[in-house]
């Protein structure tokens, strides 16, 4: 899984409380995304992080904020969770230079009740 | 309209068949296009990786970007059953924020 952890793999939250999921890598690369992904939707950019304290928004930013104070930890943060934010995420991380291939974790099943 | 246009399928196949997957977008700034398999839950895996227009084969696959067309294609010889898995097309351009699109994919079954 080229070194990439992403906790938790599951979780339940209820509406309007704040979750954060966290991506850990190994491999030092310097770009690492956070996506969603939902039947009819597919793969969806929600923030990317191009080093350390540098990211920007996705396509689907709204009610999602994420940080990156270290080379190996990207952390998504759902500020207050919606049931439309129940979704499987995933990270993906890229080594840098050029348009090479990203490598994505197994992903965390977030559900909001 | 999407950027990337794939359809969902399900599409299935007798083991031994040929299995084309194709993938259409509008951006023409895109040089980088990417095939992915995800089993079911699991993560996405890279598959497949060209760069421009052109064909690149590895082993029973074989992608094809037509850039001209806009249409990109990968083709699976001899499938098999653990070739069960939907298949994700992505696509980048060739400078900027390096943001990937990605197609929603296409769900292959392959019968034994």
């Known amino acids: 899984d080229a070194g990439i952890t992403q906790s938790p793999r599951h979780k339940v939250t209820e509406t309007g409380t704040p979750v954060t999921l966290r991506c850990h890598q190994t491999?030092?690369?310097?770009?690492m995304y956070w996506y969603r992904q939902d039947p009819g939707h597919g793969l969806r950019l929600i923030h990317y992080s191009y080093g350390v304290k540098d990211t920007d928004k996705g396509e689907v930013s709204d009610g999602y904020s994420v940080s990156r104070s270290k080379t190996e930890d990207f952390l998504l943060t759902l500020e207050s969770a919606t049931s439309s934010q129940t979704s499987v995420y995933f990270c993906?991380?890229?080594?840098?230079?050029?348009?090479?291939?990203?490598?994505f974790g197994q992903g965390t099943r977030l559900t909001v009740v | 309209q999407k950027e990337v246009e794939q359809d969902p399928g399900p599409l299935s196949v007798p083991e031994g068949a040929i299995v084309s997957l194709n993938c259409t977008y509008s951006?023409?700034?895109?040089?980088?296009f990417m095939w992915y398999r995800q089993y079911s839950r699991k993560g996405p895996e890279l598959l497949m990786y060209?760069?421009?227009?052109g064909n690149k084969e590895d082993g029973r696959f074989t992608a094809q970007v037509d850039k001209s067309s806009k249409y990109i294609s990968l083709f699976i010889r001899d499938s098999q059953p653990s070739d069960s898995a939907t298949y994700l097309c992505?696509?980048?351009?060739?400078?900027?924020?390096?943001?990937?699109?990605f197609g929603t994919g296409t769900r292959l079954k392959v019968l034994a």
């Open positions: 993906a991380i890229r080594p840098g230079q050029g348009d090479t291939e990203a490598f």
């Open positions: 951006n023409s700034a895109f040089q980088y």
């Open positions: 491999e030092n690369h310097r770009y």
């Open positions: 060209t760069y421009s227009s």
């Open positions: 992505a696509m980048s351009a060739i400078s900027g924020t390096y943001k990937y699109i």
